[in-house]
């Protein structure tokens, strides 16, 4: 089995296939992480791929071992959805419509639950500081440790760790209020 610190490093010398595997390997966290920011499915594949070709094309830039790649690919999705915002400036609530599509469960009534709790979170998640979004999004719904947070953001580890603390208090507070 290949690592990934080998894959980078052949995307690095300009290797496509190692770039394909990547792509593959990243996508759907940093789908979903631009998912939440932006919430708009069409928006979030549009987004998605311009953080991939942006990608492609400073890969040669990029330090190995300097800062993970994840952080590094993570960090160019960080500054799209900047970018987006300020550029489209629009409210960016979610309907039950547009939220992501359930994978695996085929009753409507578990559909439909999940869609509702998923749109209950994502109205508790505009409520809080951009801050604790942010860090909310990295850590829970893109997966990354709280270092490779810390970089993305360029903010201490510590930092991040209070933002996440009190964001996912808020949370709670926010949503055992609309139950």
Do not use: C
């Not at 290949?2 to 792509?23: P, R, S």
């Not at 209070?162 to 949370?171: D, I, R």
């Amino acid at each position: 089995m290949v690592n990934e610190e080998h894959i980078v490093q052949q995307a690095v010398n300009g290797n496509q296939w190692a770039f394909t595997q990547l792509y593959d390997i990243y996508f759907d966290r940093i789908y979903r992480y631009i998912y939440v920011r932006v919430k708009k499915q069409a928006e979030a594949e549009d987004l998605t791929q311009e953080v991939f070709i942006k990608a492609l094309k400073a890969i040669g830039s990029y330090k190995i071992g300097k800062t993970p790649f994840s952080a590094w690919l993570f960090r160019i999705a960080h500054n799209q959805v900047i970018d987006h915002v300020r550029k489209y400036a629009r409210n960016l609530e979610t309907s039950l419509d547009d939220a992501p599509p359930t994978v695996g469960s085929e009753d409507p009534v578990t559909i439909t639950e999940q869609r509702f709790e998923v749109a209950e979170l994502n109205a508790a998640m505009m409520e809080l500081p951009a801050a604790q979004q942010e860090v909310i999004s990295l850590r829970f719904v893109a997966d990354l440790p709280i270092a490779e947070v810390a970089k993305i953001l360029g903010k201490s580890e510590g930092t991040v760790k209070a933002l996440q603390f009190n964001g996912t208090v808020s949370l709670r507070k926010l949503l055992a209020g609309r139950i």
